[in-house]
């Protein structure tokens, strides 16, 4: 059995149970890029700073570099029995130069090792979601800018409402989108301070440069207080709330989805490459990646709440607890990737089917605030337009018509004011396009929102 590298005080070995249970190999394995380039950092300013030989520190970053290269060609097998990331590529380094692997953890813990590899960590997964993001924001701006002249209801209380067009309501999803890269931009900056230098609490009595290491590593600031270095995931918890708030946008947009792609709505059909069938109900075609981006929310939330509630108990500086930072970000990474990718090409083929979109738009009176605003435009106090317009919804429902197939006659018969006027102000198209005031679902207003946003959305 693999000697721990911290066994010096130790009269006997680990128990394998308390193997299984402390080690993290299992999951934080896949830190091992961060975990090398934070070692080359510090290896590097050892030799710098004259605290190792700069020889011994050259032969070391050259050392982690192989052992960077063999891991990424499969060829390393890590061992529970050394625990973690970090002791695993130690305890290699030390296999491959002996005595000169020996001095790479000169000045440094594995408690600011592994806050500097998850600040790098979350940095880097952060990078990757924003580009998942854009992406996802790409597609729909590009179906939106089909669909300017897509007539759809819009809807509160999930009651047709008043009519817009598909393009403006996949625009109201880029809005969010863009508030969940500024989100992770932000993210990006609260981890953006070393703990590197920090020691296992109290920082070190040799002089490291930490500027020289933050700055290897591509941090802006180092951490001014040492227990917090150690001690803090806030940057981990702004990563999961982030994580959460996207998925949950993406939740909204999946329930949505799956409303849409029912017979009774049939506003959207899936493309068959991102749908499933029943195992019983031959007939079945279900929007299965929407309903599991809808579920698998509910799963990013609960890794927000166990980081939340493991930190909320734990005294300064750092305790093992911490260890149960790593899963559920890792977690939240993978589940929300593979949500946006694959909710990306589900609605990059999916079919509009405009017609639907319009005739249900045509029912449902979604027109009658405009035949209330032509009656203002026309001298009457909105609050007795809406009155008289609700007489008119009443007399429609109970004779089953639209408002616009009512004769001039029967509007007249409501109010003698109306005349043929009004079949051009309730007139789907017209109801939209003059909607035309920033931020409206007017072909014009949308057309140069869509432009807008392909412009913001590269710079963010
Ligand atoms: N695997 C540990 C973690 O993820 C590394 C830090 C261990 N530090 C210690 N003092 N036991 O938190």
Not at 90 to 110: A, N, P, Q
Not at 399 to 414: G, I
Request: aromatic share 8%.
């Amino acid at each position: 059995m693999a000697k721990k590298l911290w066994s010096g005080r130790f009269q006997k070995g680990t128990d394998a149970l308390t193997d299984d249970f402390n080690s993290s190999i299992a999951f934080d394995q896949r830190l091992y890029h961060q975990d090398i380039r934070g070692s080359i950092a510090h290896a590097k300013m050892l030799g710098k700073q004259k605290i190792i030989p700069p020889d011994d520190a050259d032969l070391i970053v050259k050392t982690l570099q192989e052992i960077l290269e063999d891991i990424e060609a499969g060829k390393i097998t890590f061992s529970v029995e050394m625990e973690d990331i970090h002791m695993n590529i130690e305890s290699l380094l030390i296999d491959r130069i002996g005595d000169v692997g020996k001095k790479l953890h000169t000045g440094r813990s594995r408690n600011d090792q592994v806050a500097t590899d998850m600040h790098l960590y979350v940095k880097d997964i952060c990078a990757i979601i924003i580009d998942d993001i854009k992406q996802l924001a790409t597609t729909l701006l590009n179906l939106a800018y089909a669909n300017t002249e897509t007539i759809m209801p819009g809807y509160t209380h999930l009651q047709r409402a008043q009519p817009i067009t598909f393009a403006h309501h996949l625009l109201a999803y880029v809005e969010m989108l863009k508030r969940d890269i500024k989100r992770f931009r932000q993210v990006i900056e609260m981890a953006d301070t070393l703990p590197l230098g920090a020691g296992a609490l109290a920082t070190t009595t040799y002089p490291l440069d930490r500027y020289f290491v933050a700055e290897q590593l591509h941090f802006s600031g180092v951490a001014l207080n040492s227990l917090d270095a150690v001690s803090d995931r806030d940057f981990c918890i702004d990563f999961l709330e982030a994580v959460s708030v996207l998925m949950m946008h993406l939740s909204r947009f999946s329930e949505e989805v799956v409303l849409w792609s029912s017979a009774e709505f049939h506003f959207l059909t899936l493309d068959d490459a991102f749908s499933t069938g029943s195992s019983i109900m031959p007939q079945k075609k279900n929007p299965d990646i929407a309903e599991l981006v809808r579920g698998k929310t509910g799963r990013t939330y609960g890794d927000l709440i166990s980081l939340l509630t493991m930190m909320k108990g734990i005294p300064l500086a750092y305790n093992k607890d911490m260890q149960e930072d790593k899963e559920p970000v890792f977690d939240a990474f993978d589940t929300v990737t593979i949500c946006l990718r694959t909710f990306d090409k589900m609605m990059a083929t999916a079919t509009v089917n405009a017609q639907n979109m319009r005739r249900a738009a045509a029912g449902g009176f979604s027109n009658a605030t405009d035949a209330a605003d032509w009656l203002v435009k026309n001298g009457i106090p909105f609050r007795d337009a809406h009155g008289i317009v609700g007489q008119l919804v009443f007399y429609c429902i109970e004779h089953q018509k639209n408002l616009d197939e009512l004769s001039l006659e029967e509007y007249q018969a409501v109010d003698p004011i109306f005349n043929k006027e009004i079949y051009a102000a309730i007139n789907l198209n017209n109801c939209v396009n003059q909607r035309k005031i920033v931020g409206g679902p007017a072909k014009v207003t949308v057309e140069r929102a869509i432009a807008i946003n392909r412009g913001q959305i590269k710079k963010l």
